[in-house]
């Protein structure tokens, strides 16, 4: 969630970075309601994993993802 307030905190973070969550649901959801432009809502991936995508408030893509399984 960092990239959602970098503008406040003053983080330098760079553009289309990844976030993983053991919840990318929520997360989303989390972050659309925090000002989070949404992109692509979390969905189910053919190798396991739940990917989905949000603009920050800068514009910048942000894949919130869970772990890959093994």
């Given at each position: 969630m960092v990239l959602l307030f970098a503008?406040?905190?003053g983080a330098i973070l760079p553009p289309g970075s990844k976030s993983r969550w053991s919840a990318p649901h929520q997360?989303?959801?989390k972050a659309v309601s925090?000002?989070?432009s949404p992109?692509?809502?979390?969905?189910e991936?053919?190798?396991g994993q739940v990917v989905g995508y949000v603009r920050d408030l800068n514009?910048?893509?942000v894949?919130?993802?869970s772990?890959?399984?093994a």
């Open positions: 503008r406040t905190a997360a989303y959801e925090a000002g989070a992109v692509k809502p979390p969905e991936k053919p190798w514009g910048c893509l894949e919130l993802c772990a890959t399984p």
